[in-house]
């Protein structure tokens, strides 16, 4: 049947006029055939008029399952809500065949996942059998037949028969109308076509010369283009691209499940120009609620239409495994570095995040070419429940890309999002949390970034989440920033916080950092060995404590050690790099008699590291190229007690690699120098560390264990007020 939905409706109530006037004809009432309560109005409503609803409306092409159930139930109810059920002839008939026709619709239903020979026949039988027109005929033949043939009605009977005839045979309504559509395309004039077809740009694009500017289209239009001189596929007006001396559209076929469908001009509704070049072929644009039904339900189930507010543009050759490329047709939407876009591959969907945008040059024809803008996007993998599963292969050449919904979040739904994570992708509610706050230790962390993006904010952060999982955190800071009230106690409990020695230790090593001694025995200049010794004290009982945090500025404490190793005449100030080796081994030696761990048990925080571990030729003396040694060494060597640290600092260049290239969990904020840049190469790529230097503050390129994210990402880091207790 190729009727549109309002040609349907029409034919139908062309049906129920002819029923009512047949009814009229032989003396009967209107007011009789619309009341439910006689046996005439049953007979109009359950018989004629559900066949008619069935036939055009609800079931024009196929019957479900569902219709089956709801027809049987139709039709049991009615036979129980007639007034005098010996009236209708073939009463329990009729009862029987739709009790059974219900429990083969049930069957199918509720068995619909299991496949065997005895379900299949079922199946075949409630597809085949189970039309309205099917189970309602009984009953409209028998009551019609009880009703009017049983009473010497015999020719309303034979009109009755008749109608019954072409509502479910040769339907000459239907005939007629088809006729007149026919008839009524050959008189108006032809449809004028959106444009001429000039060549397909790929093969599920092609591109449409605009002969008609002032045609009323736009982006998700749907067209008809001209396969064969009698035979349309549809697209999608994915694209719409002006030059200097034409304008174009790029056209997406719609595509159904199993093959790329042709439509005649009667099921697309459009008068197709007439053209004496068989070489030129048209497009047209057209109203899919005039096409036939299967048309219309063929578009409404299209993907791309169905998110055509978010669609960007299409997948461009020489995408790959991991880095897709693709066009900017829509230009309303406001495309960014950091965004996370999404296609299809295999059905489902795999997201991507922007990373870079590119104008390129693209030919149209030999006279014109025409400038346009491309964005490449890395793999990010499959979204499922705030955590990322990995997408596997590529995407199809021109497949449709969707930007994810933007997301305005709410103060109460940040504040929830820090609760477990450390950010989220920007401008979505996908939160990115520590996924394994016991690698994020044991496997070492970094935050890197120049002054004022975040860092510290962002390492206080993580200190509260690493205290929150019940692991010691002890902070060598040279800045202070962790003692003050904006500090360590705006998060955690400052009850639970052990800023530096005690007033008495650093009394006696200020007495003693200038001690001197015998010229010829190095241990008995300065008070190093008694720094060692508090060290170990101050650590133990700190460690052996309900504390969580010891915060410690070795600037504030006064060591000394003999200048030189013979012919000792003086003493020098230990440096920062020297002091902080003896903390970490302090911590080690700790733990190493604790035995080895599985889990997490201390993290070591490094603030302002470029200091305190500085790499070889950043030091202040030789001796500091040893500390930094012995520190590396420790950290190396941490992990199997437990133990890791957080490196924080603004000059990457200026930290000992030896450490950073442990670090396994990075957070890159925004980064100036080269020398920063090529080391972060290493652990994001290219493409993610030539956009460190454009980074908006509190985001972060991220990657690593701590955050179970085997490739890098952008993401936007909490706010310090959401983070704050």
């Known amino acids: 049947m190729k009727l549109n939905q309002k040609q349907r409706f029409f034919v139908s109530l062309i049906y129920i006029v002819l029923i009512t006037l047949i009814f009229s004809s032989f003396g009967g009432k209107i007011s009789e055939i619309v009341d439910n309560t006689t046996n005439i109005g049953i007979w109009f409503c359950t018989g004629a ?16 399952p569902a219709d089956t159930l709801t027809s049987s139930i139709t039709v049991i ?14 009463y329990w008939i009729i009862l029987s065949l739709a009790l059974f026709m219900l429990a083969l619709s049930i069957l199918t239903i509720t068995l619909k996942d299991t496949q065997n020979w005895f379900l299949r026949i079922i199946h075949f039988i409630v597809m085949n059998f189970g039309s309205a027109k099917f189970i309602f005929s009984p009953f409209y033949l028998l009551s019609a037949y009880s009703f009017y043939a049983i009473n010497n009605q015999i020719s309303a009977f034979c009109l009755i028969l008749t109608l019954w005839i072409f509502l479910c045979f040769s339907d000459p309504i239907t005939w007629l109308v088809q006729k007149s559509k026919s008839l009524n395309r050959i008189l108006k004039s032809p449809s004028f076509p959106l444009g001429i077809i000039s060549k397909s740009k790929t093969e599920d694009i092609f591109i449409i010369t605009v002969d008609n500017p002032s045609m009323q289209y736009k982006l998700g239009s749907i067209v008809a283009i001209q396969k064969k001189s009698d035979k349309y596929c549809l697209g999608v007006i994915t694209g719409v691209n002006h030059t200097q001396s034409i ?13 790329n469908e042709l439509f005649s001009t009667e099921e ?20 899919i609620n005039n096409c036939a039904l299967h048309v219309k339900q063929m578009v409404d189930q299209n993907y791309l239409l169905k998110n055509i507010n978010s669609f960007i543009g299409h997948i461009l050759p020489n995408s790959n495994i991991d880095t897709i490329f693709f066009t900017i047709s829509n230009s309303k939407l406001n495309i960014t570095e950091g965004l996370i876009v999404h296609t299809r591959i295999y059905n489902e969907s795999v997201y991507y995040q922007i990373v870079n945008g590119t104008v390129a040059e693209q030919r149209i024809d030999v006279n014109s070419q025409d400038g346009f803008l491309f964005c490449t996007a890395r793999k990010l993998g499959k979204f499922k429940e705030h955590t990322i599963e990995s997408g596997k292969w590529v995407p199809n050449a021109s ?72 692991v010691k955190v002890i902070c060598i800071d040279i800045t202070n920033q962790y003692s003050t009230t904006s500090g360590l106690s705006s998060y955690i409990d400052s009850a639970r916080i052990v800023n530096g020695l005690s007033a008495q230790d650093i009394t006696t090593l ?29 650590i133990t009982t700190f460690l052996d404590s309900e504390n969580s945090v010891f915060v410690i500025n070795p600037d504030d404490c006064d060591v000394g050690k003999a200048a030189t190793q013979f012919k000792i005449t003086e003493t020098v100030e ?42 070889w030729n950043s030091v202040s003396c030789e001796g500091d190229k040893t500390a930094v040694n012995g520190t590396a060494k420790v950290i190396m060597q941490s992990r199997k007690y437990g133990m890791g640290c957080l490196v924080v600092t603004q000059r990457t260049a200026n930290v000992t690699k030896s450490i950073l290239s442990q670090c396994n969990t990075v957070f890159a ?27 908006d503050e509190r985001h972060a390129v991220a990657i690593g264990r701590g955050l179970a994210l085997k490739q890098p990402v952008i993401m936007q880091l909490n706010d310090r007020k959401h983070v704050m207790r």
């Open 49 to 64: 008029l559900l066949i008619i609803f069935g036939v055009f409306i609800t079931e024009p092409f196929f019957s479900k």
């Open 399 to 470: 497949e449709p890309v969707f930007l994810y919904p933007a997301v305005q979040l709410s103060d109460d739904q940040l504040k929830v999002i820090a609760k477990t994570a450390v950010g989220f992708f920007p401008q979505t509610d996908f939160s990115i949390p520590l996924q394994s706050i016991n690698e994020l230790i044991t496997h070492n962390t970094a935050i890197l970034g120049i002054l004022g993006v975040g860092k510290s904010c962002l390492a206080l952060e993580i200190i509260t989440k690493v205290i929150q999982a019940g």
């Open 77 to 90: 109810l009615a036979l129980l809500a007639l007034p005098n059920k010996k009236t209708l002839i073939g």
């Open 268 to 287: 697309l509704n459009i008068t197709p120009k007439n053209s004496r070049d068989i070489d030129i072929f048209y497009a047209y644009i057209i109203d």
């Open 574 to 615: 230990v440096t920062l790099a020297e002091k902080t080796r003896i903390i970490c081994e302090s911590v080690l030696d700790f733990y190493m008699k604790k035995g080895a761990s599985e889990t997490a048990r201390c993290l070591i925080v490094f603030e302002e590291a470029h200091s305190i571990i500085p790499e």
């Open 247 to 259: 304008t174009y559209c790029d056209v997406y076929l719609i595509r159904p499940d199993l093959e």
């Open 510 to 538: 200020s007495s003693t950092s200038k001690k001197s001694g015998y010229s010829d025995q190095y241990s008995t200049w300065g008070n190093i060995k008694s720094f060692g010794n508090i060290i170990d004290s101050t």
């Open 669 to 695: 904020l925004r980064i100036f120098d080269d020398t920063g840049k090529t080391f972060l190469e290493n652990y994001v790529g290219s493409q993610y560390a030539n956009l460190l230097p454009t980074l």
